[in-house]
């Protein structure tokens, strides 16, 4: 079975540091990074854990693609990008859930 997935950017407290990437399980990825368990990764070394953008594929393959695209771009295409969506760089994490991939599924099946 095809996952959907998710492209994300994450930033810390202040924001000055930037960190894009994707995943198939968005609340899983951003927890990680949240709690540091990875304690030798970019985002643990800069405090990366604010999640302040993301979207949504129907395949995890569309995140990755996007991740490129969007990891290619300028520092300042990264922030309009964020800007777009969060003005305020609110902290998004809150309007996730454990089962975000699973409710993504059934809401494109219900309005197909």
Avoid at 16 to 35: I, Q, W
Avoid at 52 to 61: A, D, G, K, P
Avoid at 62 to 71: D, I, T, W
Wanted: aromatic share 16%; glycine share 4%; proline share 3%.
């Amino acid at each position: 079975m095809q996952q959907p997935g998710y492209f994300y950017i994450m930033t810390n407290v202040h924001p000055t540091v930037l960190y894009c990437g994707a995943t198939n399980d968005l609340y899983k990825r951003v927890l990680e990074h949240r709690d540091g368990l990875y304690s030798n990764s970019f985002t643990s070394r800069y405090n990366v854990n604010k999640l302040v953008y993301y979207e949504t594929f129907s395949l995890v393959s569309g995140a990755f693609v996007r991740e490129k695209q969007v990891k290619a771009g300028s520092r300042k295409k990264k922030i309009a990008l964020s800007e777009s969506r969060n003005l305020d760089w609110q902290y998004l994490f809150s309007r996730l859930t454990p089962n975000t991939a699973e409710e993504l599924i059934r809401l494109k099946k219900f309005f197909k």
